[in-house]
Structure formats: structure tokens, C-alpha cells
């Protein structure tokens, strides 16, 4: 029995035509969702069979978030892609004290159900200014879903969530993803947020990772495990809400953990998932936890400078062995 | 007939710009009385804009306003006890307490959220105009902001999308550095903008604009009603410049009732207008300046001014009665709509 398989770029776009098609109120602010990479052109069914939905906006980060946010105010269900993740500082004001607060300012009498997405992480000669990952930032945004998805099921259907979403949502994608190919069901489907998928099973430590860390993180599982060594990893798939069971129960069965994400240290994704853990699940930990991520400075040009200061397979592979070494 | 027309709609025009000034009135007391706290920004002045800009909206249209949005919440009808209760944080109020005096919404009226960043309603607008577009229900949104939003870059971009999409929205600057003191004596800060001419801007972007007299109801009312008009047709966005002089009262953060109760004897004749604000009870205050106009109808017209601010005065005591008696937010409901439905961890 052939499984199949569908590149994360294709399954993104599939839940997009999706979108348009079951709900009148989905439209697309953006030309290049997937970029201006060898997907690109993925994304042209859409404009061809929704024309009067789908638009080419202006440069214009702020202008266009606030288009979306406005939007989803009146009570439409605007995608609004802002294009490469550092993009988005330019429309923070509409995220985060446009689009977060309103529901909650209002009492409960308005909400904004924008969905914003962007491409984020550390891409390959991106240097500072396109390469960030601006999601842990705006995790400290209040009011705002974040979904961060590593395969093509689970863009597929955490994307279809968030445009059914109630919620302002942000939906990130590692630039690196998008030509990654995995398995797909033969129907997707949309998958509930605040639900972690363990993506595989491991007795020794636990490691909590999301977007294009996850395929990392299998394959220093898998380089381990010819060690003998076998480590769980778990996928939380959104951060908001975030899946704390998943994580704790995995922590409970292997007493060690490993958080990787390619954010900055201090103030990041790693950070915030290894204080729950350290706050709710100290009595399962036989080992301090660890944490992965890039170093706190800007992500450099030259391709020596952006893989030392970026999570890899080996790193992380590294990390565990440590992990269950210390006591 | 016409005649007939413009003298329905002055007496409807008065009789919300009464409610609004004796709302803002009573703010500056609520406020003197320590009833509460921060900073607040006032429409006295505006009224002569706001009110006929929106009475010639419809039911199914959007709005988007500012932290000077008392007078527009009003205008379209919200409960000014609702209004005055969310003034003073209570569980009543339009917000639940949860927004208060800068950004007071009415949903259930068309109103987006009432943002207090500068220049943001203006962006949000056009996402309004963006899904009246999108229905094809004839609807517009219309923002209602101050000239100082023309100072924000998203202003800008979110004037060209709506003029690179034909978005029906009706830009409403509320110019109201007119006549303003400037930062002199620590006074309240007025345009700062390069461009002498804030029409320039939209016209660049190729979006029909006008200016008119903002303290003219009548004057107002037709460049909106053919704005609107405009907008419906698919005409694409118009930009409107109302001409609205600085009320003498409008202090930085803390505004004061430099001008008096309003004391509509001076419209009717029976009081006189001197002192250092006889040119804005003569000329600018637009309250006045409205009721002195319907007042030459005589006798039955004064009696008839009279019996509406009597209206608009029981109205809004009622009104500071209910904010008053309202109880304060219970604390823990500090956690609750942050998401919609259901709320996740």
C-alpha cells in the first residue's frame, strides 16, 4: 500500500482553496504566501478560482494587517499573509493592541477573527532581517492564538482551524518547510488547537519542539536510537493555547526533558515551555531540563556564522545525551 | 420641501448635539468629583460634525472612532448611561468596564473597536470598507478621526489601499487645530505636519476630497450624504476635511469647562455673549450657533429649544444617576473574554 505524501507548501494552499470555497466570509490579503521560493506558484489556483477574493496588496505590513483586523471586526474572515516573518514589527500595533485586545476591550462584544500568517525562521543567507522568529514575542501578546505547524497535515488543518477560529490567529511557517514532503490522511481534516501530537514514541527523555525543529528533532531521535537511546518528541503544535497535558504526561513517563526552538534564548518559546514544566511537573524531572535554542544575538549572513548559532540535529542529539547524563 | 427637509433634520441635529453636551458636561464634573481616574478627551465643539456626518448613515453601515469618541457613540444612538458607567469603570458600562472613557463601542451600532492608538482607526476603517465590499450590501464604513492621525504612516497606507481598491469609506478628519493655542503655555498639542493643505494628502492617492465648514450642520451633512452616496455606488473612498475650531477648554489630558455650562440664552437672546469667549459663543460653538439659527423661527421655536435641553439634561442626570448607582466590576472577572468562546489554556 503506497502512503501518500504532500509537501507542506501544497497542503497550505490546499487549506486555503478549502477555506475560500466552504466559507464565504474567508478572503486572502497577499500575493506571496509561500514566498517568492520554487512554491510560489502553488498558490495561483486560488487566485484563479476565487479572483474577487484573493488580492495583491501594497507593501504595506500595517496597512494591511489593519485592513484584515477591520475586517474580521465587520465580520469577515480575512488570511492576511505579511510575508516574511520581521516583517510583521511593521503591523505589531494592529496584532497585538488592534486584534488581541479587542474582544477583551469590548467585554466580549466584538471579536476580530483575522487570521495573520508569515514566514518565519532562520533561512539560509537570510541574515538579521529575514530571518526572525517573531512568534515568541508575540506569545506575550494576550489575545492571540498561534499555531506552529512542522508537517503538511497539520498546516492543512490547524490553518482550517484558525479560519474557523473566533480569535485572531497567527499561523507561522519555517521558510525551510515548505518543500518538506510528509504523510498525508486521504481526507484532511481540520485539527483542534491546544492538542500536541507526539510524533514519536521514547522511553528516555522527552523533546518538546514545533515548526521546522520538529524534523530536527526526529532525526537526532533517530541518530539515537541506533545509541540506543530513545527519546520522545512532541509537537504542540499551537502555542495558544498550549497543550500543557501532552508535554507534562510525556515528562511523567521519561523524567528528563529537552526544549528546543530556534527563537532567541531569553524570553523565548524554550523558555516559557521549560517554566510550566519546571512549575507543574518539577516532581518528574530526574535531570535539570535543557534548553536548545539560538544564541541571543541577531542571525548572521555568511552560512559558518548562521549554523553555529542555529539548532541542528547534532545539537540536539548533544542536548539529550547531557540530559541523561546529569542528575 | 427642501426647506422642510433641512428644518427636520436641524431639530434632530440639535437635539443629539444637546445630549452630547450636557454628556460632556457632566464628564467634566464626574471627573472633578474624583469619580475617576486618567487622562480624557472631550467633543464639545465637534458636535456640529459628528452629529449630522453620522445621522446620515445607515442602520447597516460601520464606524470606526477615536479616544474623542463620546459624541460619535452618542450620535448614533448608544445609551449615554452605558456611556457615563463605562466613564466610570462600572460592570454596566459599554465596555464592561474593560475600555472606559477613550474607547467606549457600541458593536451591536456598526461601531469597530475604538482604538486609542492615533492614526488606527483610520487603518481599521478600511477594513470595514474592505468587508462592506466584500458582502456587496451597499454598506460603508466610516472613520472619524483627528487631524493628527495624518501624522501616522499607517495612515497613509491604509489611504491608498482603499483608494487602490475603491473601498467604500468615508475618511471624516475632524480638524480641529483650528483656532488651537499650539504648545504655547503648555497648551494641548496641535498639527504638526509638514503639509499646510491636509487635502493634499488624499488627493494624492487620488481619492475625492472636500473641506467644509465643521461647525455648519447643514454644510456637513450634505458633503456626507454625498460622500455616502458616492460610496454606495462604488465609487471608491472620499476623504471629507470638517473645519472644527478648538474649544477653549480642550487642556492637555484634563480639560476644564473654560467656556461655562452651555447657556443656550445666549442663542435665544436672552443672555448676553461677553467676555473672553464671545467669539466662541458668537461664531464657533456650534451648539449655540445651530440653536441661534432655529431659534429665528420665533416664540414656538425658543419654547421648543427650551423643552429639548430640559430633555437632554434630565436625560443625561438620569443617565450619571444609573453610572453612579452601578456596581463596580467584580475583580476576578479580570480574567474572562480574553478569547472568544472557548477560551483556551
Given at each position: ?233 512532541v509537537d504542540p503544535r499551537t502555542l495558544v493555547p498550549l497543550d500543557e497535558k501532552t508535554i507534562l504526561d ?78 | ?99 472606559g472613557t477613550i474607547h467606549l463601542c457600541e458593536p451591536t451600532l456598526g461601531f469597530l473597536s475604538t482604538s486609542g492608538v492615533v492614526g488606527g482607526c483610520i487603518s481599521l476603517a ?220
Amino acid at each position: 500500500m503506497s502512503e501518500t505524501r504532500q509537501s507542506y507548501a501544497a497542503a497550505l494552499v490546499d487549506a486555503l482553496h478549502d477555506g475560500l470555497r466552504t466559507d464565504p466570509r474567508v478572503s486572502i490579503i497577499g500575493g506571496y504566501v509561500l514566498g517568492l521560493g520554487p512554491q510560489r506558484t502553488l498558490t495561483d489556483r486560488l487566485k484563479q478560482d476565487f479572483p474577487d477574493r484573493v488580492f495583491d496588496p501594497p507593501t504595506s505590513e500595517a496597512g494591511n494587517a489593519a485592513v484584515g483586523v477591520g475586517a474580521a471586526m465587520a465580520g469577515m474572515r480575512p488570511f492576511v499573509d505579511l510575508g516574511t516573518g520581521s516583517f510583521s514589527y511593521l503591523a505589531w500595533s494592529q496584532i497585538t493592541n488592534e486584534a488581541a485586545v479587542a474582544h477583551y476591550m469590548t467585554n466580549g462584544r466584538l471579536s476580530a477573527p483575522v487570521t495573520f500568517h508569515l514566514l518565519h525562521g532562520v533561512r539560509g543567507g537570510g541574515a538579521a532581517q529575514h530571518s526572525q522568529s517573531p512568534h515568541a514575542m508575540l506569545w506575550n501578546a494576550p489575545g492571540l492564538e498561534i499555531a506552529a505547524p512542522s508537517t503538511a497535515a497539520d498546516v492543512y488543518g490547524l490553518i482550517r482551524t484558525a479560519l474557523a477560529s473566533p480569535n485572531p490567529t497567527l499561523v507561522v511557517s519555517h521558510a525551510k518547510l515548505l518543500g518538506i514532503e510528509t504523510a498525508v490522511p486521504e481526507r484532511k481534516s481540520p485539527i483542534p488547537f491546544g492538542r500536541a501530537d507526539i510524533k514519536r514514541r521514547g522511553r528516555d527523555a522527552t523533546v518538546v519542539a514545533t515548526s521546522l525543529m520538529v524534523h530536527y528533532c526526529l532525526a537526532a531521535a533517530e541518530a539515537l536510537s541506533k545509541e540506543g537511546i530513545e527519546v520522545e518528541v512532541v509537537d504542540p503544535r499551537t502555542l495558544v493555547p498550549l497543550d500543557e497535558k501532552t508535554i507534562l504526561d510525556s515528562v511523567s513517563r521519561t523524567g528528563r526533558l529537552v526544549v528546543v526552538d530556534e527563537c532567541p534564548l531569553r524570553g523565548g518559546i524554550a523558555s516559557e515551555i521549560a517554566a510550566t514544566v519546571a512549575e507543574r511537573g518539577f516532581r518528574y524531572l530526574k535531570a535539570p531540563i535543557v534548553r536548545v535554542t539560538r544564541p541571543d544575538v541577531p542571525v548572521p549572513y555568511s552560512l559558518p556564522l548562521e549554523n553555529f548559532i542555529t539548532p541542528d540535529p547534532e545539537k540536539i542529539a548533544a542536548a539529550v545525551r547531557c540530559v541523561l547524563t546529569a542528575t | 420641501m427642501t426647506e422642510g427637509l433641512a428644518d427636520t433634520l436641524r431639530w434632530q441635529c440639535l437635539e443629539k448635539m444637546l445630549l452630547i453636551r450636557r454628556f460632556e458636561e457632566t464628564v467634566v464634573k464626574l471627573a472633578g468629583d474624583g469619580h475617576f481616574r486618567g487622562h480624557y478627551h472631550l467633543y464639545i465643539g465637534q458636535e456640529g460634525t459628528g452629529v449630522p456626518a453620522i445621522t446620515a448613515l445607515a442602520a447597516k453601515d460601520h464606524l470606526a472612532t477615536t479616544h474623542r469618541n463620546h459624541g460619535h457613540i452618542l450620535a448614533r444612538g448608544a445609551d449615554p448611561g452605558a456611556g457615563l458607567a463605562e466613564i466610570l469603570g462600572r460592570a454596566t458600562g459599554l465596555n464592561g468596564g474593560r475600555g472606559g472613557t477613550i474607547h467606549l463601542c457600541e458593536p451591536t451600532l456598526g461601531f469597530l473597536s475604538t482604538s486609542g492608538v492615533v492614526g488606527g482607526c483610520i487603518s481599521l476603517a478600511v477594513g470595514g470598507g474592505y468587508a462592506c465590499a466584500q458582502r456587496r450590501d451597499g454598506s460603508v464604513t466610516m472613520a472619524l478621526f483627528g487631524d493628527g492621525a495624518l501624522e501616522e504612516g499607517v495612515s497613509f497606507e491604509a489611504l491608498n489601499i482603499a483608494s487602490l481598491w475603491h473601498l467604500p469609506v468615508i475618511f471624516l478628519c475632524e480638524n480641529n487645530s483650528a483656532g488651537a493655542m499650539g504648545m504655547a503655555k503648555g497648551g494641548y498639542p496641535t498639527l504638526v505636519h509638514a503639509s499646510t493643505d491636509l487635502l493634499l494628502i488624499p488627493k494624492s492617492l487620488g481619492i475625492s476630497s472636500v473641506r467644509v465648514d465643521g461647525v455648519d450642520v447643514a454644510a456637513v451633512h450634505a458633503a456626507a450624504t454625498q460622500a455616502i452616496a458616492r460610496c454606495r455606488s462604488g465609487q471608491g473612498p472620499v476623504f471629507i476635511e470638517a473645519m472644527t475650531p478648538r474649544w477653549a477648554g480642550s487642556n492637555p489630558l484634563w480639560p476644564e469647562l473654560a467656556t461655562g455650562i452651555t447657556d443656550l440664552r445666549m442663542a435665544t437672546g436672552e443672555s448676553g455673549t461677553d467676555g473672553p469667549h464671545k467669539q466662541w459663543y458668537e461664531n464657533f460653538d456650534p451648539v449655540l450657533r445651530l440653536a441661534r439659527e432655529l431659534a429665528k423661527g420665533g416664540a414656538e421655536s425658543v419654547r421648543r429649544i427650551s423643552a429639548l435641553d430640559e430633555a437632554a439634561r434630565k436625560r443625561i442626570a438620569d443617565a450619571a444617576d444609573f453610572a453612579l448607582a452601578s456596581p463596580l466590576p467584580a475583580p476576578e472577572t479580570a480574567l474572562n473574554h480574553v478569547f472568544a468562546q472557548e477560551t483556551p489554556a
